[in-house]
């Protein structure tokens, strides 16, 4: 096992529970053509608030969402309170741009917390340090309003550190109002001179939010909470976050494998995008998932709900075909991390153990004929099945090469999404 850096919240059970639901859901679902079209098109308060004055999720029902992540095989579910457009889906008592003030008239995100803690999953918030509708919030080179011809004046009465209160405000209400919070997940700093940015870019980091008083006051309100890495403050961290896109290997930090969960989409965008064409097949995405684990990270799969509050046709499918999969596959996923360094995985194949029960399962990408050959497993696998059905695979020892085995598969693969064995290890 591997030593991993030590997070100040408690993390054992995330690194157990391995797989969480992401949730985008604003006024950009009525847009359906993604979370940052404010941005993008660079549309205006006046604009853009006719989605405030039409937002009316009457289908929205938390309890079949959280019945929904569950059947999946989802242990802890990630929402967004607000995110980068300044809408808030709780009934904030510093902002009058929240649910309670549109057609929906009623907080959304108190019955989601209980609707998904009844079905057992652990909560946590994804919460913008972003605003574009905030008038404090000054406007930058992200801003929807960068390219305003009078830029310069309207900045003139903006005053981030009174946008820096109001975001303290709110997270105090979020880790206050809503009892035990597991996970906080800000997004996102973007400071001049980080992540291929050039000097001039006029951005924002831990100053403009008072990282290091925001993350204070959220360990004080909070003890436990895992917080990610999106502060601009690499003192005080939990989880590292890569986004669309999976590493290599296992991250680290001067060295130290650290606690990390990748985010990743359906398609392309995270909020609601009725028109987007280039989803992910159920098993590519348990080939995510499946991949997270094997190097010992976590995966959360986002969700865009549509703006009469209900997940898509295309998401249902989806979730429900890994929920198939987790159903008889689950074991090769809770609990696990990465194979221990004298285990090599075969071509086209990933690894996830289990140091609790000592299993190992080997995950097959591509179905071979007929044969799987584990090199230097030979004197530490005591017996091997599939795991979807428990039926044997007759493992074949070569006295010339005792350190090796084969697998004798059978010649169809089993009919379903990611075919996995479990090796029972001496």
């Known amino acids: ?11 054992s059970w995330f690194s157990h529970d391995r797989f969480g639901l992401f949730i985008h859901w604003g006024l950009y679902a009525l847009a359906a053509r993604h979370e940052w079209v404010k941005q993008r098109e660079e549309i205006p308060d006046e604009v853009y608030d006719i989605y405030f004055r039409h937002f009316n999720p009457d289908l929205y029902d938390p309890d079949l969402w959280a019945k929904t992540a569950a059947a999946a095989g989802m242990k802890y579910f990630v929402v967004t309170t607000k995110h980068h457009e300044g809408f808030c889906l709780w009934d904030s008592q510093y902002t009058d741009y929240k649910a309670t003030r549109t ?18 999953l652990r909560v946590g918030f994804y919460h913008s340090l972003i605003d574009w509708h905030h008038p404090d919030f000054v406007i930058d080179d992200l801003h929807p309003l960068r390219n305003h011809p009078d830029r310069a004046r309207l900045n ?14 709110q997270v105090r209400e979020l880790l206050t109002n809503f009892g ?31 990282s290091e008083k925001l993350v204070k006051l959220v360990r004080s ?7 990610n890495d999106r502060l601009d403050w690499p ?42 064409a280039s989803w992910k ?37 989806r979730l429900e075909g890994i929920g198939q999969w987790m159903r008889r596959h689950s074991r090769a996923i809770y609990g696990c991390t990465q194979a221990p360094d004298e285990f ?65 598969l059978p010649v169809l693969r089993p009919n379903v999404a990611v075919a996995v064995v479990e090796l029972f290890l001496r």
């Open 235 to 276: 003192e005080d961290w939990d989880i590292m976050t890569p986004e669309q896109y999976m590493p290599r290997d296992w991250p680290t930090v001067d060295g130290v494998p650290v606690v990390w969960e990748a985010c990743h989409t359906f398609s392309g965008s995270w909020g609601y995008h009725r028109d987007e």
């Open 344 to 408: 090599k995985p075969p071509p086209d194949c990933r690894l996830t153990y289990n140091p609790e029960t000592n299993c190992l399962y080997v995950h097959i990408l591509a179905w071979p004929f007929r044969h799987l050959h584990l090199d230097g497993y030979g004197k530490k696998v005591a017996y091997a099945q599939l795991l979807h059905d428990a039926s044997e695979v007759k493992i074949i020892r070569d006295q010339k090469k005792p350190d090796d085995i084969t697998l004798e």
């Open 1 to 11: 096992m591997k030593k991993v850096r030590v997070s100040n919240g408690d993390s």
């Open 180 to 210: 035990p919070v597991d996970i906080m997940w800000f997004d996102f700093s973007y400071p001049p001179g980080k992540h291929g940015r050039p000097s001039s870019w006029v951005g924002k980091g831990r100053q403009d939010w008072e």
């Open 103 to 120: 057609p929906a008239g009623r907080d959304l995100l108190k019955p989601m917390v209980e609707a998904f803690r009844r079905q057992g």
């Open 221 to 227: 309100l909070q003890p436990k909470i895992l917080l």
């Open 281 to 317: 097949s159920v098993e590519q995405l348990l080939t995510l998932l499946i991949e997270a684990v094997s190097k010992g990270g976590n995966f959360l799969l986002n969700v865009g709900p549509t703006a009469r509050g209900e997940f898509d046709e295309r998401a249902l499918a």
């Open 156 to 169: 003139k009465t903006r005053r981030q550190e009174k946008y820096a209160e109001y975001l303290h405000h």
